[in-house]
């Protein structure tokens, strides 16, 4: 594998090698000697996979004070992935990055704690598998307003199309008003 840093400290995109023949393809996408051998040394506890039709848009979610880093992958379809920095220590504090991953291409998106994140479902069928670092917990819930001009996140929507949201999603709060870390 190669671990890829990315322009927000700690995020890093994750190129598995692919072993290929004439049965079809075969890749690890966790092994904890290898991730642990480019800095991320986690244990995970929960894995999760959501589905989501074409323009769903889930996030940013983020969970205080059960902080969580989350290890993201596509298994179907495509997503516009994004990252924000809400650590008040960094020198990317409150900007944001994105990512296009798709089921084709063998990657993974590794998320530290202290990172809002969400997706944009780019297919009709987006299936994105993630593994936490914490357990979730209701009551430790946050959501950052997605559409905060502050984040300058270019989500890739096509003209006159609203993206498709929870109520939660609907209601996040701008990053001046959100719950920071340290």
């Not at 700690?10 to 692919?18: A, D, R």
């Not at 290929?20 to 040394?41: K, L, P, T």
């Not at 039709?53 to 205080?64: E, F, I, K, P, W």
């Not at 069928?125 to 209701?138: C, G, I, P």
């Amino acid at each position: 594998m190669r671990a890829v840093p990315l322009a927000i400290p700690g995020v890093v995109l994750i190129e598995h090698q692919v072993f290929a023949d004439h049965r079809g393809a075969f890749y690890e996408s966790w092994n904890e000697r290898d991730f642990a051998a480019v800095g991320i040394g986690v244990r995970f506890v929960q894995e999760n996979v959501s589905v989501s039709a074409r323009n769903v848009l889930r996030g940013l979610h983020y969970q205080s004070p059960r902080v969580q880093g989350k290890l993201v992958r596509v298994l179907a379809g495509m997503v516009f992935d994004v990252v924000v920095d809400l650590r008040r220590s960094s020198p990317t504090f409150g900007r944001s990055l994105n990512v296009t991953l798709d089921a084709r291409t063998p990657q993974s998106l590794w998320v530290p704690p202290g990172m809002a994140h969400g997706i944009l479902s780019l297919a009709d069928d987006s299936r994105l598998q993630y593994k936490v670092t914490d357990f979730w917990a209701k009551d430790a819930e946050c959501s950052l307003a997605w559409n905060d001009p502050a984040l300058e996140i270019p989500w890739p929507l096509p003209p006159q199309v609203e993206p498709i949201l929870s109520d939660k999603d609907r209601h996040g709060l701008p990053l001046a008003e959100a719950e920071t870390f340290p």
